[in-house]
């Protein structure tokens, strides 16, 4: 049974950093894309950044450019380094995994596999 396990998500203030991770088992995922995404109350699902299976080419929404940092360090586990956190980023986070590339997971749509998320709560 494939399992996408996020976690790292809770409390922070505004300026603040979290570390998410998500663990993937169950499958053989080395040759998928890994991807994080977003969902805040009253808001669609948004794409926040994703990295191909090599972990050479990395994506990412231009509202966590600069801030957040994807990385994996094998075919299981991802994780998101969030620098400088905003309000405006809290949300649920989700790990997903996907054959198709990392660029794709960028432009949306269905991906093979999700985790059940991680909350991130940043306060001012």
């Known amino acids: 049974q494939v399992q996408l396990v996020e976690s790292g998500g809770g409390l922070v203030q505004a300026g603040g950093s979290l570390r998410l991770s998500c663990v993937a088992s169950?499958?053989?995922?080395?040759?998928?894309?890994m991807g994080w995404f977003r969902q805040a109350p009253g808001k669609e699902r948004e794409f926040v950044a994703a990295i191909s299976w090599s972990g050479t080419f990395t994506y990412y929404a231009d509202s966590v450019k600069g801030r957040f940092t994807i990385s994996r360090d094998n075919a299981r586990n991802t994780s998101l380094q969030m620098n400088g956190l905003k309000v405006e980023d809290t949300a649920v986070y989700y790990c997903?995994?996907?054959?198709?590339?990392?660029?794709?997971?960028?432009?949306?749509?269905?991906?093979?596999?999700w985790g059940k998320g991680t909350l991130v709560t940043v306060s001012s």
């Open positions: 169950g499958g053989t995922f080395s040759y998928y894309a």
């Open positions: 997903a995994a996907d054959r198709r590339s990392a660029r794709s997971m960028g432009a949306g749509g269905s991906m093979d596999y």
